[in-house]
């Protein structure tokens, strides 16, 4: 960070606004990417032959892989310098997406998918950086604002835009989409950027780092998988699982003996972090998974057109937005807890209107439910940032925002496929539950015209049967799963009375904060 900066003065910076505006747009371009999928998903799975649980690997992956370059991004940039570093990732980036809209088969797209999410990772916090090297501390909040929107912006133009280009276009353009975005970030980054010093010097605990690589994506593999391959039934998941299991016996024994471990342990020590820790990792649960579930219940229980199940879902992303602006001029005029409680409180009150949803629910019900979900963790987002950094020491915040961040994309992963497997097997299960009622001797089959359409005795009627049958397991599943995340938000709330107040009101240091 230059000295001006650090003392608080207005740095002198030469086209501060071309700048601002280049790496907005590479943050931009890497939030849109998280979401942007999510519509085109059901046309993705025909066009490569997947079934419906392989099909999210393909944002799984892209989460898992940015979850694990995250943490080390700042070393690459010191040791290699800040600009040096944004610029492969953008090209990185934009190369995996024209990849990814080349690909023909699952395990193509997903291979590309990784490639995105590892090229992308450091565009958020580098970004960020350079935002706080051109800002002075007066100004920090403003440019912070401005940050926070752009990853925002994500959520509510990915459904939208990833809709109508799969519509007009097709799937492959939400991904060529990057190619201009991109192209125009690497010009402005190129012209506008100052490189940093290289450190030399600068060392990075692999062993660490590998270790606790190697466990999230043993874990990641082993939760996709493990419904589709019976879970331990199978040689596969038993390996993944010992796998996941010693890699982070490895990191945990590291980590609690090496001098500069990749984690610093005492982070844990300070009672807020370790519980913003489990805050956010519920957080990244309820918000992405509920978002990989609503696609195919727009799309394929419902019906809609890709580009109405993206109009829908997009104010989820609009409540977030109002709500983090509110909620910023509310943070040091309001206990923080009672901000965070309120944020749960909304978050579960809208799954549990979702758990009485059925394929008759009208638009606008979908669209102020979304709202809602996306203003509860609106009010939870800004206030757990804040409190959960505001009695870590100075010097370890940075340390600090790497987990916080890792916390959040691990648990956004992990809810994915959580959420996916319990569909999966909850379908099975409805089905064989609700088909023992299906009998010939039914009084429901007293009716001439049930009879005719569902006759059990004849093919096309137990074809129809079935279809219903699954349907109605279908329904009930999607509820289950609604249920769960409902459960998580409701669990969470006695977390609240567990964060201390900080002795004098929180003054954010902005330089922590990474969206």
Known sequence: MSSAAA????PVVANRGAITACVILAVIMQALDTTIANVALPYIQGSVSASADQINWVLTSYIVAAAVMTPPSGYLANRFGRKRILLTSITGFVVASVLCGFAQSLPQIVGFRLLQGLFGAALVPLSQSILLDIYSVEERGSAMALFGVSVMVGPVLGPVIGGW????????WVFYINVPIGALAFAGVSMFVMETKMDLKARLDWLGFGAL???????????DRGEQLNWFSSS????EAL???SAFYIFLVHTFTARNSFVNPRLFLDRNFAVGMVFIFIIGITYLASLALMTPYLQTLMGYPVVTAGIVMGPRGLGTMACMFLVGRLVGKVDTRWLLFTGLAITAWAMYDMTGWTPDVSQWTI???GFIQGAGLGFLFV????????TLAPERRAEG???YNLSRNIGSSVGISVVTALLTQNVQINHANIATYVTPYNQAFSNPAIFQAMNPYSAAGRAALDGVVTLQATIISYMNDFKLMMILSLAAIPLVLLLRKPATPAKIDHSAVVE
Not at 236 to 239: A, L, N, Q, T
Not at 383 to 390: E, Y
Request: glycine share 4%; proline share 2%; aromatic share 6%.
């Open 165 to 172: 280009l799969t519509e007009n276009v097709s799937w492959r």
């Open 213 to 223: 690589s190697i466990t999230i994506a043993a874990l990641q593999m082993f939760l």
């Open 243 to 245: 796998i996941c299991a």
């Open 236 to 239: 596969e998941i038993i390996v």
């Open 367 to 369: 669209i102020s439910t």
């Open 401 to 403: 925002t790497g987990l």
């Open 7 to 10: 003392t608080g003065a207005t």
């Open 383 to 390: 206030p757990l940032t804040t409190i959960t950094f505001a």
